[in-house]
C-alpha cells in the first residue's frame, strides 16, 4: 500500500515509469507526487506545475493549475499534466 500525501479529496490520476520505478499520482492541486516504488513511503517528493505570479487561475488554495490527467512521457523524461484550465504542461524530470 501507498499512503497519498496532501491530497485534495480524491486521487485524480497516476502512471508508472517506462522502468516500473517510479509512481506518479495527482490530487487536484498543481503538485504531481513522485513515489519510489523500490522505497515506497521512504522516497516521496512533490513535482511543482505551479506557474509562479498567476494570479488569474489561482483557485483560492494557493494553486494556479489543477492537474486532473497525467501521464509519464515515453522515455520517462517528462511528466505531462493536463489541467482544467484546458492546458497540457510538461515537467522536466531531467
Do not use: C
Request: charged share 30%; glycine share 6%.
Amino acid at each position: 500500500m501507498i499512503e497519498a500525501l496532501n491530497i485534495r479529496w480524491t486521487v485524480t490520476d497516476m502512471d508508472v515509469d517506462k522502468d516500473e520505478k517510479f509512481l506518479i499520482y495527482s490530487s487536484i492541486s498543481s503538485e504531481v507526487h513522485l513515489v519510489d516504488l523500490a522505497t515506497l513511503y521512504t522516497k516521496h517528493e512533490k513535482l511543482s506545475f505551479k506557474i509562479p505570479g498567476n494570479r488569474i487561475m489561482d483557485d483560492g488554495w494557493g494553486n494556479s493549475i489543477s492537474l486532473f490527467s497525467i501521464k509519464f512521457s515515453g522515455d520517462s523524461k517528462e511528466v505531462l499534466g493536463g489541467s482544467r484550465e484546458r492546458q497540457i504542461l510538461i515537467y522536466d524530470m531531467m
